[in-house]
Each structure stands twice: as structure tokens, then as C-alpha cells.
């Protein structure tokens, strides 16, 4: 069964074209990568699934509904859930603090959320998915304390505090050292295993190749490829998108 099927999405700015048109679909329980050059419309293509920009047209449909144009908020509680190329966080709170105010966002109002007591079973899952990112040790330590890769895990353990069915990541890996990198390519694994459908932006080939069965490639906003990690580096279209983007 698809967990997303997108047909003909496309997204201009002013006249240009970020997105021209992109068909894909994404099996549920499929571990997806997207890559591209920069600039290819990669984000573009995830602000549009969440409702952050706006369709120009084209159809969004998750798990047999359609959310095109969907704010974002409606998206993230139907299920889908997703990290930023840079991380968001609240430096001002403890880690425990920035895990539980994630799973408050998709519980109430605004005015509830800041006044909410916190609940056990929210504080439970907290501590749980701190200890399977191995960062419960820093549960009590303000954000903005901590080092960018622990950062980085947190940001992910925020967007698992809702257990989302679909969880979209912009570059997991950029700017980590090659241990938090490694173990950042086991926790989305795992999380896969578990039956999370997953889609990743990634520019780190190794990485992408380790964990995705199905690869697609936008140059310019539009898909000129598709296949497995194997077949997507063999591509001759691929390979001159990212050699014409480095000259």
C-alpha cells in the first residue's frame, strides 16, 4: 500500500518554477531517499507536503487521503512529521522540556499547551526515546548547551515524540562527525524496522546508499530519476546533473 502518492506537483515563486511537475509515490514502510543538486527543489518538495508553501497544483495524498495544501498543522497531526536543514530547538529549555513541549504541539491550543501539567505518559515516551538516542544523560541540560550533534538528536527525538507514521528528514547527516553519523544511519534503520515510513534528504551519498531501497533525483524541479541506490549512480542523467552543479 502507498503511504504518499504525489501527482503533478508543481510550485512557482514570481514566474519560476521550483517544482515542474513531480510524480513519485512511497510504499508504506519504505525507508525513500530524494537527492538532487542544490537548488534542485528538494525542500521545496517537502515544504509543499507539510503545507509550509503552497502548491501552484499538482495532489499531495496520504495513506488513501488527500492533503494538498493542508496547513501544517493539520499535517503534522494527521501523521507526518519532519526535521529542517536547520535544527529547531528551544535553547532556553531543558532537553526534557523541548521533548515534551514537541508532543504538546499536537495536542490542544496554543493556551493549553503553555499551561498544560505535564502528563505521565508523555514523559514516559520522553525518557524512553531519550534513552534510544542515547542522550538521557543530558535530560536536564539546557539545549543550547549541548553539542551539535547531540542537537541533532534531539531535534530527531522531537519529531518521534508524536510517533509519526510518515517522517520526512532533511539531511540527517550534515555537519556530524562520522561516529554521530553512524549512529544517526542506525536510529533511522531502526525506526524503519519498526514500520516507520521514512523519505530522506541527504547529500551524503555513503549514507544514502546505506540506508535507502528506492531512490528518486530532482535536477531544476523536475524527476529525472529513479531507481535503486545501484542504478541511480550508474545514471548517466544523474551523474552530469551533479557534475554540471559542482562546475
Partial sequence: MKALQVDGLKKNFHGFAALRGVDLYVNEGELFGLIGPNGSGKTTFFNCLTGILKCSSGRVVFKGRE?????????????????????????????????????????????????????????????????????????????????????????????????????????????????????????????????????VIEHNMDVLMDLCTRIVVLDSGEKIAEGSPREIQNNQKVIDAYFGAEE
Avoid at 504538546?104 to 499547551?113: A, C, H, I, L, Y
Avoid at 534531539?154 to 553512524?182: H, Y
Wanted: net charge negative; hydrophobic share 40%.
Fill in 67 to 199: 492533503i494538498t495544501n493542508s496547513a501544517p498543522d493539520a499535517t503534522y497531526r494527521m501523521g507526518i512529521g519532519r526535521t529542517f536543514q536547520l535544527i529547531e530547538l528551544f535553547p532556553g529549555m531543558t532537553v526534557l522540556d523541548n521533548m515534551l513541549l514537541a508532543m504538546q504541539e499536537s495536542q490542544g491550543s496554543m493556551f493549553s499547551r503553555l499551561f498544560r501539567v505535564r502528563e505521565e505518559a508523555n514523559e514516559q515516551r520522553a525518557l524512553e526515546l531519550l534513552e534510544f538516542l542515547r542522550i538521557s544523560h543530558v535530560r536536564d541540560e539546557l539545549a543550547k548547551n549541548l553539542s551539535y550533534g547531540q542537537q541533532k538528536l534531539l531535534d530527531f527525538g522531537m519529531v518521534l515524540m508524536s510517533k509519526p507514521e510518515l517522517i520526512l528528514l532533511d539531511e540527517p547527516s550534515c555537519g556530524v562527525e562520522i561516529q554521530m553519523r553512524q549512529e544517526m544511519v542506525h536510529y533511522i534503520k531502526e525506526l524503519n524496522r519498526q514500520g516507520t515510513t521514512i523519505i
